[in-house]
């Protein structure tokens, strides 16, 4: 059963570090904005939804990381 939730809790480890890296940072927003970068409306609220994806998967990844981590934690000892 260790075996299992360490190789799950390394597997969520990998798709976390994924997602993370997939999203934009916070100052890519206001520098384009700045420079006077035109976007489409739509092209806006495309991405605002897939950055809003991506943080709730970022949240639910990092729960189920800790919970795995704990189970590891566990089952190991």
Partial sequence: ???????????V??????IILLQQGRSAGLSG???GGAEQLFGK??????DALLHRLTIVLAVLFFLLAMA???FVS
């Fill in 33 to 35: 904005a700045i420079s």
């Fill in 45 to 50: 609220q495309k991405a605002r939804g897939i």
């Fill in 1 to 11: 059963m260790g075996t299992f939730f360490t190789v799950l809790l390394i597997v």
């Fill in 13 to 18: 480890a990998l798709a976390l570090i994924a």
């Fill in 72 to 74: 590891v934690a566990y």
